[in-house]
């Protein structure tokens, strides 16, 4: 008798060819400076203060500010409430 293999469908794919993962905006949120990144300086962006023409917001961060008011990275606010989204 044939040994039987699970058969896994392979990863979605994005039009770049990347892995797809479907964002879930209020997902649990993690800590992103973890072990190398710790040595760095801390960097506070704000999205559009250097080009606003070509600076731009994550929907995803959008989405969870609106149904989480709790949720205010630095700067989101400013951004949002320039208008530009």
């Given at each position: 008798?044939?040994?039987?293999?699970?058969?896994?469908?392979?990863?979605?794919?994005?039009?770049t060819?990347?892995?797809?993962?479907?964002?879930?905006?209020?997902?649990?949120?993690?800590?992103?400076?973890?072990?190398?990144?710790?040595?760095?300086?801390?960097?506070?962006?704000?999205?559009?203060a250097?080009?606003?023409?070509?600076?731009?917001?994550?929907?995803?961060?959008?989405?969870?500010?609106?149904?989480?008011?709790?949720?205010?990275?630095?700067?989101?606010?400013?951004?949002?409430?320039?208008?530009?989204?």
């Amino acid at each position: 008798m044939p040994s039987q293999r699970r058969l896994r469908m392979p990863p979605r794919r994005h039009k770049t060819g990347w892995p797809y993962v479907d964002p879930n905006p209020l997902g649990t949120l993690r800590h992103s400076r973890t072990a190398f990144y710790r040595l760095l300086p801390r960097l506070i962006r704000r999205p559009g203060a250097k080009d606003p023409d070509h600076e731009y917001v994550a929907d995803t961060a959008v989405d969870r500010h609106h149904r989480d008011r709790q949720y205010a990275p630095a700067g989101l606010i400013e951004y949002l409430d320039f208008g530009v989204r």
